[in-house]
Structures are given as structure tokens and as C-alpha cells.
């Protein structure tokens, strides 16, 4: 006879089938569940992140194709002047939700100059006022540096330059 007893009676065939049906995870120990349900975890906060990072870098670069693709008038981005501040390093920006002109504000003169509102009016190549944007400029120190970030409607980023007011 062999040494091997195929009998689906003998106990040994019932022992291999009962851990079969009890599953991987009742043979581990509990320190190794607890190891395997850590890892899992693990794996699972990974592939999450890693699609979260995927899906903000698409939203963004969305965003900065947009910045990128605006034909913004160069003699509205050159410097400009009102009562001893300079306007420089002047920047138009559009997300998909707002648009921005942003510019640095140094005084140019030895006495400070005092916070306050001040109108940004867009002008068309002909001259003709396409519209006003009220901004709020902070006190400036003499030969201090500031910087603005005002929210524009879209339709400015078109104009042909702008000027800076006297709040009316």
C-alpha cells in the first residue's frame, strides 16, 4: 500500500479543509491582523492621496493655462504714476472665478503718504473711460514699498491702459 492515504475520511483531509473555510486571516495571529489591517490602511490613504494629488495638479494647471493665455495690452503693464508713488512690476491675472491686477506701490517722495481709497480707471486705446474699480491704498512710508492685489471685472484686462484717481 502507499504511504499516502487519499481516504476523504482520514482526519488530516478534514483539518486542511475546515482551514480553508475559516480564511487566511483566522490562521494569523492577532499581532499579525492587527499589522495586516495597518498596512491595508496604509495602502488604501495612498492610492487616495495619490488621486487627490492627481486631480489638484489638473485643476491647476487648468488655472495657469488660462493666466497664460491672456493677451494683455503692454502699455496697460507699464509703470505708471500718482502723487509721488510709482506703479511698477504691474500684473493682470485671470482664474477661472476672478481677475486681478496686482502692482507694486514705492513712494518716490520724503513724506508718507496716507492710506486711503483711490479709483483704477480702465481706458480703451481711444482715451474713452471703459470703467472705474475703487482700491484701497495703505499708508505708504517715504521711499516704502507696498503691494496691491484689487479684483478687476473681467472685461478690464482688455483695456488699453489705466490711470490712478482721487477717489471721487
Not at 479709483?119 to 481711444?126: N, R
Not at 505708504?140 to 492685489?149: F, S
Amino acid at each position: 500500500m502507499s504511504k499516502f492515504n487519499f481516504n476523504k475520511n482520514s482526519g488530516n483531509y478534514d483539518n486542511i479543509q475546515n482551514n480553508n473555510k475559516k480564511g487566511m486571516l483566522s490562521n494569523l495571529k492577532p499581532a499579525q491582523k492587527m499589522l495586516f489591517v495597518v498596512a491595508l490602511v496604509f495602502v488604501l490613504m495612498l492610492v487616495a492621496f495619490s488621486g487627490f494629488v492627481a486631480f489638484n495638479k489638473k485643476v491647476k494647471n487648468e488655472e495657469t493655462k488660462g493666466i497664460a493665455e491672456e493677451n494683455v495690452s503692454e502699455e496697460l503693464l507699464k509703470n505708471k504714476t500718482y502723487e509721488g508713488l510709482e506703479l511698477k512690476d504691474i500684473e493682470v491675472e485671470s482664474t477661472s472665478s476672478l481677475t486681478h491686477l496686482m502692482a507694486n506701490i514705492t513712494n518716490t517722495v520724503d513724506n508718507e503718504f496716507p492710506a486711503g481709497m483711490v479709483d483704477i480707471v480702465f481706458l480703451d486705446a481711444s482715451g474713452k473711460e471703459m470703467g472705474r474699480v475703487p482700491t484701497y491704498i495703505d499708508t505708504v512710508a517715504p521711499k516704502g514699498e507696498i503691494r496691491i492685489d484689487t479684483v478687476i471685472d473681467k472685461n478690464y484686462k482688455n483695456a488699453h491702459t489705466f490711470k490712478v484717481e482721487a477717489k471721487k
